[in-house]
């Protein structure tokens, strides 16, 4: 029984081989390792046609009738999604993982190999590589160490480098109003992300400790920036720039900084993607805390992703419930509620408000995904990851 399972899961891929207009197989290798991530397992490989090759990637799922093939992907970009810095880390059994990430790397020549590395869970080598790629691309241009696009943090100080992927957060000593945190929270945040299950929707950080810059790299405005706000976190010398403590993320288009260059079927389409990227954190137990657009980024696939965490908390942490009416016109006037409310209150009705999109965009958000404002959406979403359930979302 079990064997006519696996023909029929191998002629169900052939014939899907066969719609996406595939020439003749000539030669094919996959690794022996099965990437499992939350409800999905990965089968990679990859093809040989008479004139190109290309990757192979199985996505497996495990229904009640038993492990099926949910999907054949054969294009570079879907698969980079799949190994994409917003997901969650793979679980793999290798015994030279050496070899499986530069097989990956022929797959995927555009990623670098620090983030193949923490892709499948090998944070220390991939935190090594990134170091190795960041002097490398030091010593080989004038790069100078800049401000990053956007809006200034309130929390933290941002910079970048402007032909090297990342950008670069340092917490800033005070933090600025309305900001009620503290350093130590902010650090819990951080570390509750890089232990969740991130969805495709939460940057993938990597923590670094003690860097030391030659002083000449950095633009000046920024040096007096960093010395301003985080001088507790940053020392600077006639020669150097050394940084006690820092966050590195990829780089990302600001959202707020896209819709307003992009054509308008772009951002129509990033538009309705932050509303799916603020259900799939629900989905997975995660609330950004702060929806402002600005704390958003669109990757180089038109996916939005969530890289500012000093708001964000567990959803079944919250207590979601709607607003109570005004009792008189005085209470209706009030600039502050006349009701009380506690850290943990989440009002549901009041979130569609704090997105910032411009019109026309606001109302197809709302059209879209008017149920984020709704009470129902939240309590439905904590009630069953309450009782344990797992949603399904998958990178492809």
């Excluded at 969650?88 to 070899?99: A, T």
Aim: charged share 30%; with cysteine; glycine share 4%.
């Amino acid at each position: 029984a079990a064997s006519d399972v696996y023909k029929r899961q191998a002629r169900a891929v052939e014939r899907e081989l066969r719609r996406q207009g595939l020439p003749p197989i000539r030669r094919a290798e996959v690794l022996t390792p099965v990437f499992y991530r939350s409800k999905g397992a990965y089968v990679i490989g990859k093809l040989w046609t008479d004139t190109r090759t290309l990757p192979l990637v199985l996505a497996l799922t495990h229904p009640p009738a038993g492990v099926t093939v949910d999907a054949v992907l054969l294009d570079e970009e879907e698969v980079s999604i799949v190994f994409s810095f917003a997901h969650w880390y793979f679980l793999v059994l290798m015994d030279r993982p050496y070899d499986v990430v530069r097989f990956l790397k022929t797959l995927l020549p555009r990623k670098r190999l620090s983030e193949l590395y923490t892709a499948v869970g090998y944070h220390k080598h991939g935190k090594t590589e990134f170091y190795r790629e960041l002097l490398q691309h030091l010593s080989q241009s004038d790069d100078r160490f800049v401000p990053a696009p956007g809006e200034p943090g309130a929390v933290m100080t941002v910079f970048t480098l402007p032909h090297f992927e990342a950008v670069f957060k340092v917490i800033k000593d005070r933090f600025d109003y309305p900001k009620r945190t503290s350093r130590r929270t902010v650090m819990e945040k951080y570390c509750l992300v890089f232990k969740h299950d991130r969805a495709g929707r939460l940057v993938d950080t990597q923590e670094f400790e003690h860097l030391r810059f030659d002083r000449d790299r950095f633009d000046p405005d920024l040096l007096r920036e960093l010395q301003t706000v985080a001088a507790r976190t940053v020392e600077v010398d006639a020669a150097s720039v050394v940084i006690r403590h820092v966050y590195i993320q990829r780089r990302v288009t600001p959202l707020n900084l896209y819709i307003r260059t992009a054509d308008d079927a772009a951002v129509r389409a990033v538009v309705e993607e932050y509303g799916r990227a603020i259900k799939d954190l629900a989905r997975t137990n995660i609330f950004p805390g702060d929806l402002l657009i600005k704390n958003f980024g669109v990757t180089r696939h038109r996916r939005v992703v969530l890289y500012d965490y000093d708001e964000l908390c567990l959803v079944t942490d919250l207590h979601f419930r709607s607003k109570p009416p005004p009792r008189d016109d005085w209470e209706y006037l009030l600039d502050e509620p006349w009701y009380p409310v506690r850290p943990t209150d989440v009002f549901p009705e009041e979130l569609l408000r704090f997105t910032e999109f411009p019109e026309p965009w606001r109302s197809e958000f709302v059209r879209s995904h008017g149920d984020l404002g709704s009470l129902t959406f939240w309590q439905d979403v904590q009630a069953r990851l309450r009782q344990g359930e797992i949603f399904d979302i998958f990178p492809y």
